[in-house]
């Protein structure tokens, strides 16, 4: 979760929270070191996709914050992002290269996702032949999924085809990347907005919040996969009884311990460095 604040005309400035929500709702506590690994994270794909597609990051150093003391500089010292201001697409972009969430209910319902059909055969967490673009709209509470024609429909052409384009190369990019740490990218969702006429990619990239991260030595067909990100508490929620209405239980202190712990290891894996 991320604070945003002006920086005048052109820029803007992204603070990465360790506040974490699920369904919906804020949980009382923080996961510490959460927001670090996220802008880490996101910095790390930004750089490193360039040639993919120009991206919205300007830097992530406090010391180019004007008017912040030494105090405030620490606080907020790796969890920073010194971003352009861009006019996002009404559409969240959303890429599967493996069958999961939602997108499997829909499959055994209609052996489809998102309209786009798909063999017979597949389960929980199949690769997919392909990758393929999901869209989905942006919404207050839950986005709703969209075909790829109907994302034509919202942004035009002129928009909708650099972004597919985009999104499968970025797709490609994480995958590629990611499996040689023995990682797989099952899903993730990009954002595309306009600077000066031209698409770019923007908010975050290829984090364990926009992401699904599975671990390649335990990977199995069929089952459910242990993730890199926030999946431990929301575990707990899930089999703790609450209603998913605020306002959220506590969580106990090992659950934030084990997602910290989760969240850690993609950064080390992804960057070679460790927190401190």
């Known amino acids: 979760m991320r604070d945003i604040y002006d920086l005048g005309a052109r820029h803007l400035l992204f603070v990465t929270t360790d506040r974490v929500s699920a369904f919906d709702v804020v949980m009382r506590e923080g996961i510490p070191h959460k927001g670090r690994v996220l802008t880490a994270i996101s910095a790390y794909w930004f750089e490193n996709t360039r040639d993919v597609i120009a991206n919205h990051l300007v830097s992530t150093s406090v010391d180019e914050l004007p008017g912040l003391d030494n105090r405030w500089k620490e606080r907020l010292r790796g969890r920073v992002m010194i971003v352009e201001r861009a006019q996002p697409t009404p559409v969240e972009w959303v890429v599967r290269g493996y069958l ?70 970025l797709f490609a990019r994480g995958t590629q990347v990611l499996e040689r740490l023995g990682i797989l990218l099952a899903d993730t969702k990009f954002e595309f907005g306009h600077l000066d006429g031209k698409l770019i990619l923007i908010d975050e990239a290829l984090t364990p919040d926009s992401s699904r991260y599975w671990d390649a030595k335990v990977y199995m067909p069929g089952s459910s996969q242990p993730s890199f990100d926030k999946q431990p508490f929301r575990d707990w929620l899930e089999q703790s009884g609450w209603k998913k209405t605020p306002p959220a239980p506590a969580l106990p202190a090992d659950v934030v311990k084990l997602t910290t712990e989760r969240y850690r290891e993609i950064h080390r894996r992804l960057t070679g460095e460790v927190l401190s």
């Open 100 to 169: 999961a969430g939602s997108g499997l209910k829909e499959y055994q319902a209609s052996r489809t996702v998102c309209g786009i059909p798909l063999p017979e055969g597949l389960k929980l967490a199949s690769r997919l032949p392909k990758p393929i673009l999901t869209p989905t709209t942006k919404e207050d509470t839950h986005d709703l999924p969209l075909t790829p024609s109907e994302a034509r429909e919202r942004v035009g052409a002129a928009t909708f085809e650099p972004a597919e384009r985009a999104a499968i190369a």
